[in-house]
């Protein structure tokens, strides 16, 4: 079973720093490409940032690039978002994901049945 819990949200001033945390099961930390979506109050979830399961290839959205890093620690099984200059439009519930994909393969932007999620972790960013 895909066990993922993310934590680290929590209320910043514009321009701030916070990191997230996913903390995945050992198969699924080598299994499966990992990421980061979010959804704010009102819209629908979108995509922010993925890492393939060797680690060397990421993508971001457009929104977040320059400003938003995913990376992974195999030995502790965790994936990590560092956001840096947050903004009040970066306020959303944070969710990670995991998804089975091609070795040099990240997740899709768009939806996915396979895709297993976390509970979710509040990132509120005030102006």
């Known amino acids: 079973q895909v066990q993922l819990v993310e934590s680290g949200g929590g209320l910043v001033q514009a321009g701030g720093s916070l990191r997230l945390s996913c903390a995945a099961s050992r198969r699924t930390f080598s299994s499966y490409a990992m990421g980061w979506f979010r959804q704010a109050p009102g819209k629908e979830r979108e995509f922010v940032a993925t890492i393939t399961r060797s680690g060397l290839n990421t993508a971001y959205a457009d929104s977040v690039k320059g400003r938003f890093t995913i990376s992974g620690d195999n030995a502790k099984n965790t994936v990590y978002l560092q956001m840096n200059d947050l903004k009040p439009e970066d306020t959303a519930v944070y969710y990670c994901?995991?998804?089975?994909?091609?070795?040099?393969?990240?997740?899709?932007?768009?939806?996915?049945?396979?895709?297993?999620w976390g509970q979710g972790t509040q990132v509120t960013v005030s102006s």
């Open positions: 994901a995991a998804e089975a994909r091609p070795w040099n393969e990240g997740l899709s932007s768009g939806p996915s049945e396979n895709r297993y």
